[in-house]
């Protein structure tokens, strides 16, 4: 196998966060898929242990390594250790990083400190009940009335919208003049009009509290504007190759541990008096997976080592996402028509990972939505292909 490149300081971190995850986290997880929501004290745990946010600089609590790759171990080891439902990458890497990105230095000093903590929990909203992957679509306006904007509107499928003190909500602030213009804004816990619906009932990811976000004239001061309120647009398509790298390290772990699971079972599992592994069918099928995971690993792993060098591309983040979530997909699926009846079953992590997995090719952008990311790029007159033959 091809050697993965870590540092001797993020191997001793993996192992220091798997430890913590086996100690502090999994003997909860059960409880928590039942009660639809993560303690917590679980985003405070990891705050004092130094792994909620690894990247801001130690003026503001972290260690100042923006390094991609301890991410990657924090996403790695949560899909390892079958504790995915907790959204900490969501917080850490996907919304903080909008703050250090377009945040005033009295922002990053009011907030990020007490984010690295886990005392104020992330989240970020964007889609709409009629307004998904299309973002010029959304209706929810921040109107400019001279000292504070006044935000409208609703989000939907807000993930940590239950447990968020500090919400990043996208809203348009001129939809007369320039339906396309968006704003961000940082809606905090408690202000008046600002109110959370139910916690949605989900297929999969029980323990992540997903829910309805309503603003009503909320007063958003101008000290809570994000960036440019003339140019949220841009704002959200920046950080959008780094989230969907995001999602596909997430969904090539998971497909790496439904793979093992799958594994595990058919060489345990009797039929016949031979075990299911002694079967060619059970060979060629992980076979074909073995290979593709392979495949896939190493192209999530140079897409790291892109991001760290600034140069991960949206079409290549796309790509990841796109293959990643598909892949995934069919591991479970595999996985759980080579458990037989055992894989429909709640008890065996494969029937969870089978639900929890169907979202990945929904979510950071559709399948359907990857694929016309990448058909513009290679039906471009300039297109340059990878492999160049001249």
């Known amino acids: 196998m091809l ?6 300081e993020q191997v001793m971190f993996r192992d ?3 430890k913590f995850l086996h100690e502090e986290i999994v003997p909860y997880m059960e409880s928590w898929r039942e009660a639809g929501i993560v303690d917590r004290q679980a985003f405070r745990k990891a705050g004092e242990m130094g792994f909620l946010m690894v990247w801001p600089e130690e003026q503001y609590g972290g260690l100042g390594d923006d390094d991609f790759r301890f991410e990657q171990i924090i996403i790695e080891e949560n899909q390892y250790a079958l504790t995915g439902d907790w959204y900490t990458t969501l917080h850490s890497r996907l919304v903080g990083p909008y703050l250090k990105r377009f945040g005033t230095e009295a922002q990053l000093q009011r907030f990020l400190p007490e984010c690295v903590r886990g005392d104020t929990i ?9 307004a998904g992957s299309d973002l010029a679509g959304m209706r929810a306006t921040a109107i400019d009335q001279g000292d504070h904007f006044l935000l409208n509107g609703s989000k939907t499928f807000i993930s940590n919208g239950i447990n968020a003190d500090l919400v990043i909500v996208a809203a348009k602030t001129d939809p007369v003049n320039n339906p396309r213009q968006i704003g961000l804004f940082l809606v905090e816990r408690g202000m008046e009009g600002f109110e959370r619906g139910r916690n949605l009932k989900k297929m999969g990811k029980k323990a992540q509290d997903t829910a309805e976000l309503f603003f009503n004239n909320v007063r958003i001061p101008k000290a809570n504007v994000l960036g440019d309120p003339t140019r949220g647009f841009s704002h959200l398509m920046e950080a959008l190759a780094e989230e969907r790298l ?3 390290t ?5 497909a790496q541990k439904a793979f093992d699971l799958t594994l595990e079972f058919v060489r345990e599992r009797k039929m016949f008096g031979r075990s299911l592994a002694d079967f060619q069918n059970s060979q060629f099928k992980l076979a074909e997976l073995r290979a593709e995971l392979d495949m896939q690993q ?4 140079q897409c790291v080592a892109a991001v760290n060098e600034g140069a991960l591309t949206a079409v290549d983040a796309a790509k990841a996402k796109l293959v990643t979530s598909e892949l995934l997909c069919k591991v479970v699926d595999e996985g759980v028509q080579l458990h037989g009846g055992s894989g429909y079953m709640d008890e065996y992590p494969i029937s969870r990972m ?4 169907r979202v990945t090719r929904i979510y950071a952008g559709t399948s359907e939505v990857m694929k016309i990311l990448i058909s513009r790029d290679f039906l471009q007159q300039d297109f340059k292909p990878f492999v160049d033959r001249l």
């Open 3 to 8: 050697k993965r490149n870590f540092t001797e």
């Open 16 to 18: 220091a966060y798997r």
């Open 122 to 130: 992330l989240a970020i909203a964007m889609t709409e009940p009629d």
């Open 246 to 248: 995001i999602a596909a």
């Open 250 to 254: 997430e969904f090539i772990a998971a």
């Open 298 to 301: 190493v192209y999530i792993d």
């Open 354 to 357: 089978y639900t929890d997995a």
